[in-house]
T-cell receptor
Framework: RKEVEQDPGPFNVPEGATVAFNCTYS??????FFWYRQDCRKEPKLLMS???SGNEDGRFTAQLNRASQYISLLIRDSKLSDSATYLC???????????FGAGTRLAVHP | EAQVTQNPRYLITVTGKKLTVTCSQN?????MSWYRQDPGLGLRQIYY???????DKGDVPEGYKVSRKEKRNFPLILESPSPNQTSLYFC????????????FGPGTRLTVT
């Protein structure tokens, strides 16, 4: 079983749609959680951190459920520019490293 | 401008010919790491370094070497490249010794024939 699992997609949605991505992680001792965004053939960039209380940044909302070992990302009012691959990332303190999911691809169309 | 640079960006080489991919950051970061990205597998860590002269293996270190003689540079060395090392490689750095937010270089696309 992979340490961080994501639905690979692609999610094809029209502009203005709301889309949600899910991610599960296997190590219950994981300490911190993030979503990174990666455009085609480019480097990943941090989108947002994920906190237990949930957090929002504009049209993006991230949620963490430690009991179920589950992370989500909600994008409201999708824009064409949101088309990218979204990587779920978990920090494992015991190994002092980030563990990346394989990514979920989003394609927003007019 | 704060950045991580990698060179070369694209490289086609033949099996067995030693190569080095350079990585440099200008943010005075202590933590640096190398990843490879393959379809369906996500980013996998090859090696990381928590400071000068301190390096350690990641998840897929076989066939790779690194060194950290200066804080800003973290080259990746393939002594005898093989076709299974064809991949997209990223160097990354982060502040402190905890790699929460990593800044990635633009990537090096390597093809080994």
């Amino acid at each position: 079983r992979k340490e961080v699992e994501q639905d690979p997609g692609p999610f094809n949605v029209p502009e203005g749609a709301t889309v949600a991505f899910n991610c599960t992680y296997s190590n219950s001792a994981s300490q911190s959680f993030f979503w990174y965004r990666q455009d085609c053939r480019k480097e990943p960039k941090l989108l947002m951190s994920v906190y237990s209380s949930g957090n929002e940044d504009g049209r993006f909302t991230a949620q963490l459920n430690r009991a179920s070992q589950y992370i989500s990302l909600l994008i409201r009012d999708s824009k064409l520019s949101d088309s990218a691959t979204y990587l779920c990332v978990v920090f494992s303190g015991g190994y002092n490293k980030l563990i990346f999911g394989a990514g979920t691809r989003l394609a927003v169309h007019p | 401008e704060a950045q991580v640079t990698q060179n070369p960006r694209y490289l086609i080489t033949v099996t067995g010919k030693k190569l080095t991919v350079t990585c440099s950051q200008n943010m005075n970061h202590e933590y640096m790491s190398w990843y490879r990205q393959d379809p369906g597998l996500g980013l996998r860590q090859i090696y990381y370094s928590m400071n000068v002269e301190v390096t350690d293996k990641g998840d897929v270190p076989e066939g790779y070497k690194v060194s950290r003689k200066e804080k800003r540079n973290f080259p990746l060395i393939l002594e005898s490249p093989s076709p299974n090392q064809t991949s997209l490689y990223f160097c990354a750095s982060s502040d402190g010794t905890v790699p929460y937010e990593q800044y990635f270089g633009p990537g090096t696309r390597l093809t080994v024939t």
